[in-house]
């Protein structure tokens, strides 16, 4: 079957199946293999710290395979984050992720530079925006998905149709997507690929502990940790109240406040260092598994997970399958 999209042409991958970013520890361990399974890797600007770290494992990921990868920026949160993106440019990185909050003016020398810019967004509001700041596609995350959260972030599914409705640039779904039946969901939603952090974390390449991996095959989608990380919104008030704050307090600090509020946390007693601090334990704390922990029942192989996704998609619209059964 040919899985070609608009963002499969866009990224080069034979699948739309992309990977998440992880700060903390995304790094080439992942992402190359990602890429050599046909899916999308993407190195993780800020697991590399320094300009210097991510141009040698960028290198280091070009020693791994001959496939695309992509670099993800973080805004807010990738220390260096010019120079991070200068280096990506002058390693022809063929497709730049950007993330979090406003991107437009990376975007911009993203394109200059020639290469493709990816934003990666949580509300269709935003979504719409970075399509008229030329985004080359984006990736909305919904509710079921973990990481960044905004108080208008609404389920996968709404934002999805909603979003295709409107856009012309291609869509690429998140949050809560781990099997065939969500990518196809996905696809049927009017999706162009899909993107999982998630499920990627229970991958044998994964660079995070075995202990970890064996906690999200045990999880499931309603036990509290992963409930409230994904679906307790922030409560309103705190949240105008930290927005509000923006630019009277220094960066670090606005963003620690808003992360306690987007995520329903008590206050810290101490400021974090993004540089110094954010490591692999604080990537997991703060974003350590969404809703799709419901549909990992076993750790395996990158090329496994992708083969499986496509084979079980590929039976699903069969004539064995539902679908195939009704599409006869
Ligand atoms: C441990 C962990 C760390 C993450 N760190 C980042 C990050 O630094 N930057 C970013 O853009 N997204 C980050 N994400 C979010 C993922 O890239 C992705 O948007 C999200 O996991 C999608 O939802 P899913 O987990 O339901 O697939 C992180 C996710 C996890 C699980």
Redesign the pocket.
């Known amino acids: 079957m040919n899985w070609k999209t608009r963002v499969t042409e866009l990224l080069g991958s034979k699948y739309p199946i992309i990977q998440?970013?992880?700060?903390?520890?995304?790094t080439s361990a992942i992402a190359a293999p990602v890429s050599a399974a046909g899916g999308f890797g993407i190195i993780?600007a800020?697991?590399l710290r320094t300009p210097e770290g991510l141009r040698e494992d960028i290198r280091k990921a070009r020693s791994m395979t001959d496939k695309p990868f992509g670099v993800?920026l973080?805004v807010g949160?990738c220390p260096s984050i010019d120079e991070m993106r200068e280096v990506a440019i002058e390693e022809r990185v063929p497709v730049i992720?950007t993330?979090?909050y406003r991107a437009d003016d990376h975007g911009r020398r993203i394109h200059e530079a020639g290469l493709k810019w990816v934003h990666?967004v949580v509300t269709v509001k935003h979504a719409l925006a970075a399509e008229q700041q030329g985004a080359d596609a984006v990736?909305i995350?919904g509710m079921?998905?973990?990481?960044?959260k905004n108080i208008n972030q609404i389920p996968t599914l709404v934002g999805i149709t909603t979003a295709v409705r409107t856009m012309k640039i291609p869509v690429i779904a998140?949050?809560?997507?781990?099997d065939a039946h969500g990518f196809l969901a996905a696809l049927a939603m009017g999706a162009e690929g899909v993107?999982?952090?998630?499920?990627f974390?229970a991958t044998r390449e994964c660079p995070?502990s075995e202990r970890y991996k064996q906690k999200l095959v045990q999880a499931q989608p309603w036990d509290p940790e992963f409930r409230d990380r994904c679906l307790a919104p922030p409560k309103a008030e705190e949240y105008q109240k930290v927005m509000g704050e923006r630019g009277s307090i220094s960066q670090e600090l606005w963003l620690q406040r808003l992360e306690q509020v987007l995520l329903n946390q008590a206050p810290r007693g101490k400021e974090i260092d993004w540089e110094r601090d954010f490591d692999e334990d604080m990537?997991?704390r703060?974003?350590?598994?969404?809703?799709?922990v419901g549909v990992i029942d076993r750790v395996m192989s990158v090329k496994e997970l992708i083969e499986t996704i496509i084979r079980d998609a590929e039976e699903i619209l069969s004539r064995k399958g539902n679908l195939g059964r009704l599409l006869k």
């Open positions: 998440g970013a992880f700060g903390g520890f995304g993780t800020s697991a993800n973080s949160l992720f993330a979090a990666k990736v995350v079921e998905g973990t990481a960044f998140a949050g809560g997507i781990g993107y999982m952090g998630t499920r974390l995070v990537a997991l703060i974003a350590g598994g969404s809703l799709a």
